[in-house]
């Protein structure tokens, strides 16, 4: 057996990353090169008394008696792999994972977990990276090789190890230290944002804040202090931690592009995938998705949105499991809040410097030196800077993002130089309002030195880059701060100068690899743009070109949302909804009527499709009541599209008065389009209400005029709603042919919206009228499958809808009830009226077949409830119908004979016969209830019914 160490060892696996690239490369010299790599490797590992335990191929296994030389030799051995010159300029980078254990002695070597946990460590690591577990990292922290720091990475799960593993990483002076992320599994739902570099010095409070959630008894821990103290960054580590104790996910909500706490519930809502919409308020529909979810909500930035701390502890009241993670400049005094103040880095004391050593393991100046050699790789603590970097850290309170300000400096600056300059300025900026922190104070202090650090260009171009909300992307910030095709190169410059000086970030896109990058200014920097942008005098110029810059794109997407690229432009506008919003609330401040009322015109399919109808129609309405003196054109559009978002969410009467003034103004203007289009939402109103007679006459005549005026989307919507009002109408073959119509004509036009809907309500008809059945499901998934591409949630709860009545007529219950939940769900998220009204009906229908009729009946009560608060007609008949099957179902017979009387009186006024797919489940429940009263009481009892009202028949 051979002479290898026993007992408690570490272990240090090594393989060269790309060998199968480089061996195509170099092809016959690849042995040389192999030969000399694993020379390099072995003279390091011999050097600190390592013991070669296996090599095969690019990869060598070696056992160290102690961790620290474990640690040394990798570090040698990266630095002589690094300076070696390789043949033929190959690029040589070797991986390197560490792990101490006690593995078990055999005679090829060592066997045991220790052994796979060091080789799937090494496997996780990128060329030129050194890995290290937990237990390797806690025998070496204090005997580091020099020039040598640790960065922890946090926990991961690796290939086959069933719980996470804490891994750090060993950072080389002059050696490479970002590397892409590690390999490792991802088992949790996050919606966490991946941090760039480690976090430093919060081991404690990591610890005391994880502790705290997860005691049963603490559902709300917030984060306070100033800004710059790293509450967020802080808040990140902490929920990544706690992913595998929050089973259904970790999610993260940030509040900083609003400043309204109206706003607050639906940003919560938008993070969790619930979107807009009409009725139901947000925090009812919150707690329902969240009440029996095990989730953590980090709400990031919440002291400006602090008049909803209460929304968020009704939210908490309302879900036993859920908790959150707050982080606030202002505590929000609530009964259920645990504060923890994040105090300052921790700072070392100039009285008893350490040596260089421990000096570097203080919070506050392993930070400063973690971000000084991100700019200047070869900075390094010695006999003559040690005092001033320490100093520096002093003078800047320890707050993080004042010492990561600072060390950008060391690109240009020497630390006794920046101190000279950073405790000049300190001391010219003291005396601010009594009433603010002192360390706000300092912070502002901070980035106002280093903004005076800037050219004159660049100072210009900080200031106007805060005007954006949430970031911007590199086209925006060329356009609005710049205003001609000149100054964009300068512009360029000057971005990647801010960039470089940490006062502004680039942010990597998910998309394909041609988009542009985004740009964020981090709030509390941001907020200080907007000081000097407002001091300058400059601010309403800024907000000027910012909001022709934002109406400019979307008056662009605005015709693009009815073709091929509607999906390319929907995630365009969201990703730049808030400056959206930015620019619609400066344009209604400043009484700048025609650009608010242009704007609202360009995202009004944008508000229909994405579920932001309730903020569209209040910002129109606002946008509407100060248009006076406004072109009549302008104003006409407004009103339609005011229309179009008030029959959205059911306000009939609303919708049907703007429709009427904005057909008034088209008629004096001689606009044959827009009149159509008026036309084609009061034939809604009129359909709403149960007028199908007069409904069909508007439809008709929009149809006519938009084919004058040779609108072909337009026309094909116009088909397309009139095959609705003539399914309802029970002609089906008609229905079926202008589905058709409306779907070519939207193939041709590339409309995948448009595809969608006429697919599924063809698929409704065919089955609703007993026809092609066979056609039903490829129409249904086709619909669906182009609903979900586009993001259009109304469409795919339709969809859904649809697929669990045909289940249900055949039989499958339980696909049944799963569909219409799914549609039930989507039509509550958007809170839609009408259709949560219709899959209510339906799901009553579910529970009436699964023979819980009680439960029925209350859908069905629920169902009526809103048909008859939105007054459609057709909805209230329907569940009439439905209601009466499971009343006589329940031993009350002549109930469900009044309740189809009702039905059948109200389905003859407005002219919406019974589908033929409901005729035999119908008029079986009938015969049923007739023989049970017997025919006098029975047809006594059906017209009673026909000659009373809804609300006197459910009264009883």
Not at 159 to 175: F, H, N, Y
Not at 715 to 729: D, E, I, P
């Amino acid at each position: 057996m051979r002479d290898l160490p026993t007992g408690t060892i570490t272990l240090l696996f090594t393989d060269i990353e790309g060998s199968t690239h480089l061996l195509q490369q170099l092809g016959a010299h690849y042995a040389e090169l192999l030969t000399e790599c694993r020379d390099l490797l072995r003279a390091a590992f011999h050097t600190y008394h390592g013991h070669e335990v296996d090599t095969q191929g690019d990869a060598i296994f070696t056992a160290f008696a102690r961790a620290s030389d474990a640690l040394s030799a990798a570090v040698a051995a990266q630095r002589k792999l690094a300076l070696h010159s390789w043949p033929d300029a190959a690029v040589v980078r070797v991986r390197m994972g560490l792990h101490t254990g006690e593995p078990s002695r055999v005679a090829e070597g060592y066997v045991g977990l220790d052994v796979h946990y060091a080789a799937r460590i090494m496997s996780a690591g990128h060329g030129g990276q050194v890995l290290l577990s937990r237990t390797t990292r806690d025998l070496v922290e204090q005997d580091l090789p020099a020039g040598v720091s640790l960065r922890d990475l946090g926990e991961y799960h690796l290939k086959d190890v069933e719980r996470p593993i804490a891994l750090s990483q060993a950072v080389i002076a002059g050696l490479p230290a970002d590397f892409p992320p590690l390999k490792t599994l991802d088992r949790r739902s996050s919606t966490l944002p991946v941090q760039p570099t480690p976090l430093i010095g919060r081991k404690s409070e990591v610890a005391t804040i994880g502790q705290l959630l997860r005691r049963e008894d603490v559902r709300l821990v917030t984060l306070t202090g100033p800004g710059g103290t790293g509450k967020t960054r802080l808040g990140l580590q902490v929920a990544s931690e706690l992913r595998d104790v929050f089973v259904d996910g970790v999610f993260f909500v940030s509040l900083a592009p609003i400043n309204d706490p109206v706003l607050v519930m639906p940003t919560i809502a938008q993070a969790l995938g619930i979107r807009d919409g009409v009725g139901q308020p947000l925090s009812t529909r919150l707690a329902e998705v969240l009440q029996q979810q095990q989730v953590l909500l980090l709400l990031d930035n919440f002291e400006q949105v602090v008049g909803a701390a209460s929304q968020v502890a009704d939210l908490l009241t309302s879900c036993p499991q859920l908790k959150m993670l707050v982080t606030s400049r202002e505590v929000l005094h609530v009964r259920a809040e645990h504060e923890f103040a994040v105090p300052p880095l921790e700072l070392p004391d100039l009285a008893h410097l350490p040596d260089h050593a421990a000096l570097a393991l203080s919070p506050s100046v392993a930070l400063f030196l973690q971000r000084a050699q991100a700019v200047k790789p070869e900075f390094q603590l010695t006999t003559s800077n040690a005092r001033a970097v320490a100093e520096i850290c002093i003078r800047l309170d320890g707050l993080p993002l004042a010492i990561e300000l600072a060390a950008a400096r060391m690109k240009l600056l020497s630390p006794q130089v920046l101190l000279a300059r950073l405790g000049r300025r300190l001391a010219i900026l003291t005396g601010g309002a009594r009433d603010v922190p002192t360390r706000h104070q300092t912070l502002r202090n901070t980035i106002e030195w280093s903004y005076h650090l800037l050219n004159a260009w660049e100072q210009r171009l900080f200031r106007w880059l805060s005007v954006f909300v949430g970031g911007c992307t590199l086209q925006a910030a060329e356009a609005v701060c710049t205003g001609s095709d000149d100054g964009v190169g300068l512009a360029l410059d000057g971005i990647a100068s801010l960039i470089d000086k940490s006062l502004l970030q680039r942010l990597e896109q998910t998309g394909e690899g041609d988009e542009e990058p985004r740009l964020l200014m981090l709030e509390t920097i941001r907020e200080y743009g907007l000081e000097a942008l407002t001091a300058s005098g400059e601010g309403e110029d800024a907000r000027q070109a910012h909001t022709g810059f934002f109406l400019s794109l979307a008056e662009e997407a605005e015709p693009a949302l009815k073709g091929p690229l509607l999906v390319m432009w929907l995630d365009r506008l969201e990703r730049e909804h808030d400056n959206l919003r930015a620019a619609l609330q400066w344009a209604l401040e400043g009484g700048r009527a025609e650009t608010a009322l242009r704007l609202g015109i360009a995202l009004e399919r944008f508000w229909v499709v994405r579920g932001h109808r309730i903020e569209g129609l209040a910002f129109l309405e606002r946008a509407l009541a100060g248009s006076s003196g406004v072109a009549t054109d302008l104003r006409a559009k407004a009103l339609l599209a005011a229309a179009r978002l008030a029959f959205i969410q059911s306000h009939y009467d609303q919708g049907e008065v703007l429709a009427q003034e904005s057909l008034a103004l088209f008629r004096e203007l001689g606009d044959r389009r827009g009149i159509a289009l008026s036309l084609d939402r009061l034939g809604m109103a009129a359909w709403r209400r149960g007028d199908f007679r007069a409904a069909r006459v508007l439809m008709e005549e929009d149809l006519a005029l938009f084919k004058e005026v040779d609108d072909r989307d337009r026309v094909a919507w116009s088909l397309f709603t009139l095959g609705l009002l003539n399914n309802k109408q029970g002609d089906y073959t008609r229905a079926c042919t202008l589905f058709e119509e409306s779907l070519t004509l939207f193939r041709e036009l590339g409309n995948k919206r448009g595809i969608a809907a006429s697919l599924t309500q063809l698929a409704g008809t065919l089955f609703v009228s007993q026809g092609n059945q066979a056609m039903i499901y490829p129409l249904l998934e086709e619909g669906l499958s182009l609903d979900r591409e586009v993001g259009d949630k109304e469409g795919m709860a339709v969809a859904s809808l649809l697929l669990g009545w045909v289940a249900l007529k055949q039989g499958d219950v339980a696909t049944a009830r799963t569909r219409v939940e799914e549609s039930l769900v989507l039509y509550r998220e958007m809170e839609h009226r009408e259709g949560t009204a219709e899959a209510l009906s339906l799901l009553g229908r579910v529970e009436a077949t699964r023979g819980d009729h009680a439960f029925a009946r209350s859908l069905y009560e629920e169902s009526l409830a809103i048909a008859k608060d939105i007054g459609d007609k057709e909805l209230i008949a329907s569940g009439l119908e439905g209601m009466a099957s499971v009343v006589a179902g329940q031993g009350e017979p002549a109930w469900a004979a009044r309740l189809w009387g009702t039905a059948e009186a109200l389905r003859e006024a407005i002219g919406a016969p019974l589908q033929p797919i409901e005729r035999a489940d119908y008029e079986h429940a009938v015969a049923a209830v007739r023989d049970h009263l017997g025919e006098v009481a029975f047809v006594s009892a059906w017209a009673e019914g026909r000659a009373t009202t809804a609300e006197h028949v459910l009264a009883r």
